[in-house]
């Protein structure tokens, strides 16, 4: 569902986009969304711009709530178990030789 809701935040037309931008926002709130991200990220069978626009989504949500300075009720708690599994993950796809340029530029 990650993979066809990002497609459709690419596309032209304003309808499937604007519902996509809405659907991402209720995925963000899954609580494995980060993983789900990450795995869309690192999927060389995908396109680059799915592949971005997953890496991208993940690096938003990691930089407004990575760590939160208050439990506003604005911002998700990640659990450090994630944390601990996202870090590795994202160091590998910087790392990785054979993942093209763009997609390591929106894991950053």
């Known amino acids: ?6 497609g459709n935040t690419l596309s032209a037309a304003e309808a499937p986009r604007k519902q996509a931008e809405i ?3 209720t995925i963000k709130k899954e609580p494995q969304f980060l993983l789900a991200a ?3 990220g690192r999927n060389t069978s995908l396109s680059v711009e799915i592949r971005q626009a997953a890496l991208t989504s993940m ?3 990691v930089q407004q709530n990575w760590s ?3 439990n506003d009720g604005f911002h998700m708690h990640i659990p450090d178990e994630a944390k601990n599994q996202i ?3 994202v160091l590998d796809l910087v790392l990785n030789a054979e993942d093209e340029r763009k997609v390591k530029i929106a894991a950053r």
């Open 68 to 70: 939160p300075e208050e």
């Open 23 to 25: 659907d991402l926002i």
């Open 38 to 40: 990450l795995s869309v």
């Open 1 to 6: 569902m990650l993979v066809s809701v990002l």
């Open 59 to 61: 690096r938003m949500f």
């Open 87 to 89: 870090r590795p993950g």
